[in-house]
């Protein structure tokens, strides 16, 4: 077990800046992921970790050791790709037992015959065998063992996959997209059995997806990364209830938090989208700002005016128990999306007005340029300076 230390990491390609200055501290035992969109950096940072791609500056430590320049074999990681990696002309016993092979057996007992006649080389090739056929059991594919990865689904290949990381018994676990060549079902199965391993074993984690769902339910803190940059590291339930970031709340949450421009009337008070809401601030008269109101921070309420937005009705989704409710409003380009309780809101249809509502305390502040505006809990209203700027 160990925990890990990045340290201002840098990586270029050429003239393009992939890591600029990634630093994070994770936890031995921790499950982390790094979650962003496509093409910002993820891969390259966690092929770092493994020692299979060089940085251009900054450092790593696993437990105590600082591993820049130690080769990937010499890390204590197991990694486990997207693409499964598996070696095709061999059976699944094999591609499992490859690890233990070449830490166990030298390279002249790793010779078909001559390896056999050498004393002890039989005894290891049993103690190998013996692990191999408890870690496929472990995974539900101990049926499986003499099979090649071609005769495999692909939730049968990735459980080969973890297999052959879980018997080098690694100090940490690197994991990339594991699951995104799988199918939607199967992949919520494989969620699940990844959690387990990760409770059973016990040791680091480090998870890289840009599915949020699996970020969401996997993870003991996600590390939100766009553009080469960490925005967030924080529990799930922050990164989604309390981002620091408009960027991170607007890639966070399906569907997308709605975002309105709004103007300071007087203390407490912003006008936006033709309405003016009632909002514990004391920022300044005249001062822009953008709102952020989740779908489901809405609830119906009976007649326009002072704390509701009113519009009209564009469409509405069926989701079950759920509906979301397309609402255009005056002077704003694109649909509010309002989630509301099917029981609640059996009436609604398209063209109608409706006047919805929101809870102050579920209006998240940012200023024009993306920073989150908090309240400070420790000033009165009193303050001119009733925010605080998140520290970046
Ligand atoms: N060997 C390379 N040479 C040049 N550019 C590269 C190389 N590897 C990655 N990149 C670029 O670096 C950026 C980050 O790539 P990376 O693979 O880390 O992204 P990612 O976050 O893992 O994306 P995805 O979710 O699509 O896997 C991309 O713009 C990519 O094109
Ligand atoms: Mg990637």
């Known amino acids: 077990m160990a925990s890990v230390l990045i340290d201002s990491i840098q990586k270029n390609y050429g003239v393009t800046s992939v890591l600029r200055g990634v630093s994070l501290s994770i936890a031995d035992g921790e499950f982390l992921t790094l979650l962003g969109p496509s093409g910002c950096g993820k891969s390259t940072l966690l092929r770092i970790l493994a020692g299979l791609e060089v940085q251009d500056a900054g450092s790593v430590t696993i437990g105590e050791r600082v591993v820049d320049g130690l080769r990937p074999k010499r890390r204590d990681v197991a990694m486990v790709f997207q693409s499964y990696a598996l070696y095709p002309h061999m059976t699944v016993a094999s ?18 015959l001559l390896g056999r006649l050498l004393p002890g080389t039989t005894q290891v090739a049993g103690e190998i065998d013996e692990e191999v056929t408890r870690t496929a059991k472990s995974l539900g594919i101990g049926h499986l063992l003499v099979r090649k990865p071609g005769q495999l689904s692909g939730g049968q290949r990735q459980r080969v996959a973890v ?19 799988l199918d939607a079902k199967l992949r919520v199965q494989m969620r699940a059995e990844i959690k387990e391993l990760h409770q059973g074993l016990g040791v680091t984690f480090v998870y890289v997806t840009h599915d949020q769902a699996e970020a969401m339910t996997l993870s003991d803190r996600v590390a939100v990364m766009i553009d080469g940059e960490l925005l967030q590291v924080a529990p799930p339930q922050d990164i989604y209830a309390d981002p620091d970031d408009r960027r991170v709340a607007e890639f966070i949450g399906s569907p997308k938090i709605n975002m309105l421009d709004g103007v300071v009337r007087e203390r407490g008070l912003i006008d936006v989208a033709g309405a003016t809401l009632t909002i514990e601030t004391d920022a300044r008269p005249g001062a822009a700002l953008t709102l952020g109101i989740r779908p489901e921070a809405f609830h119906l309420a009976d007649h326009g005016g002072q704390g509701s937005l009113t519009g009209s009705v564009r469409m509405i989704e069926h989701m079950g128990s759920d509906l979301f409710v397309h609402l255009d409003l005056a002077g704003i380009d694109h649909p509010l999306i309002v989630r509301l309780l099917a029981e609640r809101a059996p009436y609604i249809t398209p063209g109608q007005t409706l006047h919805v ?8 502040l940012f200023a024009r340029d993306g920073r989150r505006l908090r309240r400070d809990a420790e000033s009165d209203w009193t303050s001119v300076t009733p925010f605080r700027e998140v520290a970046r």
């Open 95 to 112: 591609n499992i037992a490859l690890p233990l092979r070449m830490r166990k057996l030298s390279a002249v007992r790793r010779l078909p």
């Open 163 to 181: 297999g052959r990381a879980m018997v080098r018994n690694p100090a940490i676990f690197l994991m990339d997209e594991p699951l995104s060549n």
């Open 357 to 364: 509502g929101v809870r102050p305390d579920r209006v998240l």
